[in-house]
Nanobody, 119 residues
């Protein structure tokens, strides 16, 4: 089992910055993905950014150039630095860890942290 503890959400004005953190504990596979998703009421959860144990990163187009995902493998922690925040970034942000084996994978989710950007 893997447990995730998120922190760093809050209320910020447009143009401001926030940094989300997610510390993972438990049995994490060496092959893994760590990422951030977000969800607003009435919409599907969407991928914001992810980073893999192999060093690959990916961002949704709307945050490219503004958000940066990073990870500290020694601490099993993933971060999301969010700069130049916009009202449309308002959502509940969820940390995700995907443990991968040769023929299967398993996803773990954090409890979610609210990010609200005022105009």
């Amino acid at each position: 089992q893997v447990q995730l503890a998120e922190s760093g959400g809050g209320l910020v004005q447009a143009g401001g910055s926030l940094r989300l953190s997610c510390a993972a504990s438990g049995s994490i596979t060496s092959d893994n993905h760590m990422g951030w998703y977000r969800q607003v009421p009435g919409k599907q959860r969407e991928l914001v950014a992810l980073t893999t144990s192999g060093g690959y990163t990916e961002y949704v187009d709307s945050v490219k150039g503004r958000f940066t995902i990073s990870r500290d493998n020694a601490k099993n922690t993933v971060y999301l630095q969010m700069n130049d925040l916009k009202p449309e970034d308002t959502a509940v942000y969820y940390c995700n860890v995907r443990c991968r084996w040769t023929w299967s994978h398993k996803d773990y989710w954090g409890q979610g942290t609210q990010v609200t950007v005022s105009s």
